[in-house]
């Protein structure tokens, strides 16, 4: 089945137009397709090289089995995280700070400061495989996982932290607001991008309706009706400016289709 998304509405950085997507309602290889979630980390242009899928409501489940929680790939990250709080069960504090679903948390090893989704993970569920989380190469914002992601296997811990999840709150309130999808581009190693962005003279700079955020150098806001071209060419900018000024290659944490 084809679902037609308008990304200008369905995007968080509400930038795009009204694309054809494949819902896929069982598990298959379509390795011809470039499969997204909840399109908080994504700029997607008018023409993908790709044609684009997404995973139907039959993988947004949450369960405990033999002693594993199991989540499905569509499973948005507000669900996980009301789950572990009603079950009691702990490491799954941050998630709950993070807009998305399951496929995405894990395609991005996303989370905060040392909490990340790989830290509990067990195996994960692609067409045909169960790959333990010892054969896959992952890392800061990163894994190689280039399959569609239908389940995730965790371990399991009792004893939901409170305390982490107030700290947690605070390190977010001085989160920019406004259309974005969170960090544009990566920390470099030993470095963070924010600083370097605020080093070549871009924290607040605005053109076109886009820019970066004048509260964090490294958030790009959708201020008002922003093309993919304008973005690209924001992030272009960036990329130049910071490799001139410090010799320092960044790399886009947006995942641009
Ligand atoms: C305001 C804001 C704050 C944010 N803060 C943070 C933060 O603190 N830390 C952080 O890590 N991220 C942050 N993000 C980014 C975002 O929350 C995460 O990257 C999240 O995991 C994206 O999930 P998604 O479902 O929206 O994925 P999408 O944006 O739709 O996709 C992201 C990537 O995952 C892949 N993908 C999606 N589903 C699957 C699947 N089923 N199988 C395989 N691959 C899949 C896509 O191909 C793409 O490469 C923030 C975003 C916003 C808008």
Redesign the pocket.
């Given at each position: 089945m084809i679902k037609q998304i308008d990304f200008s509405k369905y995007?968080?950085?509400k930038i795009g137009t009204t694309l054809d997507v494949l819902i896929i309602n069982e598990i298959d290889k379509y390795e011809n397709y470039?499969?997204?979630?909840?399109?908080?980390?994504?700029l997607i242009s008018n023409t993908p090289k790709k044609p684009l899928a997404?995973?139907s409501k039959n993988?947004d489940y949450i369960k405990i089995e033999d002693n594993f929680l199991k989540i499905g790939?569509?499973t948005p990250?507000g669900k996980i995280f009301n789950f572990c709080k009603a079950n009691n069960i702990k490491n799954f504090e941050f998630v709950g700070?993070?807009?998305?679903?399951?496929?995405?948390?894990?395609?991005?090893?996303?989370?905060?400061k040392s909490y990340?989704?790989f830290n509990n993970l067990v195996s994960i569920k692609t067409y045909q495989n169960e790959i333990e989380k010892e054969n896959i190469d992952y890392g800061y914002?990163y894994c190689n996982?280039d399959?569609?992601?239908?389940e995730a296997t965790f371990n399991i811990e009792f004893g939901f932290d409170y305390q982490l999840l107030d700290e947690l709150e605070k390190m977010r309130l001085n989160?920019p607001k406004g259309h974005?999808?969170?960090?544009c581009f990566k920390n470099p190693p030993n470095n963070f991008a924010g600083r370097l962005l605020e080093n070549v003279g871009l924290k607040g700079y605005k053109i076109n309706g886009i820019g970066f955020s004048d509260i964090h150098a490294n958030?790009l806001i959708n201020y008002e009706n922003a093309t993919f071209e304008d973005a690209i060419s924001m992030i272009d900018l960036a990329k130049n400016r910071v490799f001139e000024e410090f010799g320092v290659k960044l790399q886009a944490?947006i995942?641009i289709?």
């Amino acid at each position: 089945m084809i679902k037609q998304i308008d990304f200008s509405k369905y995007s968080s950085l509400k930038i795009g137009t009204t694309l054809d997507v494949l819902i896929i309602n069982e598990i298959d290889k379509y390795e011809n397709y470039q499969i997204i979630g909840k399109a908080n980390n994504l700029l997607i242009s008018n023409t993908p090289k790709k044609p684009l899928a997404i995973l139907s409501k039959n993988f947004d489940y949450i369960k405990i089995e033999d002693n594993f929680l199991k989540i499905g790939g569509a499973t948005p990250t507000g669900k996980i995280f009301n789950f572990c709080k009603a079950n009691n069960i702990k490491n799954f504090e941050f998630v709950g700070k993070l807009p998305g679903c399951l496929g995405g948390m894990i395609k991005m090893n996303a989370g905060m400061k040392s909490y990340e989704i790989f830290n509990n993970l067990v195996s994960i569920k692609t067409y045909q495989n169960e790959i333990e989380k010892e054969n896959i190469d992952y890392g800061y914002r990163y894994c190689n996982i280039d399959e569609i992601i239908y389940e995730a296997t965790f371990n399991i811990e009792f004893g939901f932290d409170y305390q982490l999840l107030d700290e947690l709150e605070k390190m977010r309130l001085n989160q920019p607001k406004g259309h974005s999808a969170g960090s544009c581009f990566k920390n470099p190693p030993n470095n963070f991008a924010g600083r370097l962005l605020e080093n070549v003279g871009l924290k607040g700079y605005k053109i076109n309706g886009i820019g970066f955020s004048d509260i964090h150098a490294n958030f790009l806001i959708n201020y008002e009706n922003a093309t993919f071209e304008d973005a690209i060419s924001m992030i272009d900018l960036a990329k130049n400016r910071v490799f001139e000024e410090f010799g320092v290659k960044l790399q886009a944490e947006i995942q641009i289709f």
